[in-house]
């Protein structure tokens, strides 16, 4: 079985339909080749994961598209707005990062922190309007955290914590949604709800792009995953496409050595992954 390393989506054709197009995207650290020529598609209207074992560069990837971290060379587009040499204020009102655990010793109330998604949506240095305090109550009842509103942040579980930077980027009404392990400290009930949540965000357009560790997880809610693998020239991507196409053991098991069993979910149909050493 074949598996492209491209997406299956070109990557113009996404950037034309208001998508996200990553092409030969190359990172180092140092004289260690982190991101060797990765090449990512995000359709919008789709729930894209971003998968790939410890060590080959998810996080980065998600920092270098959304502009946090330079690349050493590399296009990342938008709707064919250049995302990497875009002001920050302008990027930040197209797209949202949402990073693993964010944490902040700040005595910063949960309603303040959620209405810093609004900032690039008003002058500088202008106080949040009635509007602005709606909309981040709204993300806020969004992503099952309104009662917080009042809680100081540094109070907050690590879930609760994940659910109110989810909460911010959903404020920022973005485009384009780059996710972190965003079920990361999260009880099973509390997952479901944020992937059901991702799923809806996509629904109404915008473009979801979702770091995930658990390929089960993946399989049940995602349409299209890029898998990374690591190696001694840096992360490459293994393979991209359909969860069908690419979460299959041929391809699964090279990228993390293990031997995978796909069932199938009586009630979705959709893949479920169980594996063995």
Known sequence: MTV???STVAADQVVGAAGLGAERVRWSAGHRLILDDVDVTAPPGAVSGLLGPNGSGKSTLLRILA???PPDG???ALAGDDLLAMPRRPRARKLALVEQDATTELPVTVLDAVLLGRAPHRPMLASPTEDDRRIARRALARA???ALEGRLVGTLSGGERQRVHLARALAQEPRLLLLDEPTNHLDIAA???TMRLVRSLADDGVTVLAALHDLSLAAATCDHVVLLAPGPDGGRVAAAGT???VLVPDVVDAVYGVRTTVLRHPRTGRPVLIFDD
């Open 144 to 146: 099952g955290v309104a």
């Open 4 to 6: 492209s390393t491209r």
């Open 74 to 76: 590399g296009r990342v």
């Open 243 to 245: 969860v069908e196409e």
């Open 67 to 69: 502009g946090v971290q």
């Open 191 to 193: 997952q479901l709800a």
